[in-house]
Nanobody
Framework: QVQPVESGGGLVQAGGSLILSCTPSRSIFSINAMGWYRQAPGKQRELVATITGGRATNDAYADSVKGRFTISRDNAKNTVYLQMNSLKPEDTAVYYC????????????WGQGTQVTVSS
């Protein structure tokens, strides 16, 4: 099992930046992948960005955030970050950190969520 613990988030004006952090309860090298999802009021949870665990570092992004958001890992700190730039009001949502273990069944683990609010 793994417990992702998020930090960051808050209130920012449109065009501003925020950074979210996620530290899992086990080594990133033992996790298959990590990612950030978000859920706005009345909407389904959606993928924002993912990054592979282990030794490789491959990332992927939702079209809506490409060029504005960057997901990264700091292996020494065992932390995954989501740098969010040029924020828009439509980025307002609760952001969740996700960790995936494949053993070989796939298990998803979720953080508690952190609120990001972008004012216009």
């Amino acid at each position: 099992q793994v417990q992702p613990v998020e930090s960051g988030g808050g209130l920012v004006q449109a065009g501003g930046s925020l950074i979210l952090s996620c530290t899992p309860s086990r080594s990133i090298f033992s996790i298959n992948a990590m990612g950030w999802y978000r859920q706005a009021p009345g909407k389904q949870r959606e993928l924002v960005a993912t990054i592979t665990g282990g030794r490789a570092t491959n990332d992927a992004y939702a079209d809506s955030v490409k060029g504005r958001f960057t997901i990264s890992r700091d292996n020494a700190k065992n932390t995954v970050y989501l740098q969010m730039n040029s924020l828009k009001p439509e980025d307002t949502a609760v952001y969740y950190c996700n960790a995936v273990l494949i053993t070989p069944r796939k298990f998803d683990y979720w953080g508690q969520g952190t609120q990001v609010t972008v004012s216009s």
